[in-house]
């Protein structure tokens, strides 16, 4: 039996194409842990039975009404819009609804991870690193600067490193700083403080 034979190739588009396209959408919008491939096939069929059930019944229409026959291409533009754009629209609804309010009094947020949650709101803050070892880093996390997501390994790059003072604060910029890497296991705890409108490389972070 070849899996190349029409039938077998049309089956596998239909079923898994949509379903395929919904999980990199939603992959690209909230990283998550990795599945194995085989639980993804299984994912991906799931996925384009959801979408076909939800667009029941303007195919039933479509299909029922000689469409095919009497405009071949609002047919055909049909079944693309159903095969690519509406899987993309689904993710786009389904997060929405996650993250609304009224969700999220029974279901737990899409994001697992704070870290995830807040970088990406992309903020602009001044960072306080509190080390393994105590010691204290921190900086400027602005527009050039940039968080890796899950399932990554957390890091953290501060477009400016700064000066701690002695009372803990962030006293000035180093001496033509270039930015700062900081890997999220060597933090025990990160402190953020929102930078104000206006403020520029006079900014101060006190205790």
Known sequence: MDIWEVNKLF???AFVVPGFISLKTYDLLQPGLTKDSSQQIIDAVTYSSVNYALLLWPIYAIETNEIRLQHPTLYIIFYVFSLLIAPICWVFAFLRLRKSEFFQKTIAHPTVKPWDYVFSKRGRYWVIATLNNGEKIGGRYDAKSFVSH????????????????EAGGLERPRSETAGIIICAAEIVAIELFHIREGEDDDGQTED
Request: aromatic share 16%.
């Open 150 to 165: 899950g399932p990554a390994p957390h890091q953290i790059y501060l477009e400016e490193a700064w000066v701690i003072n």
């Open 11 to 13: 089956l596998f588009i």
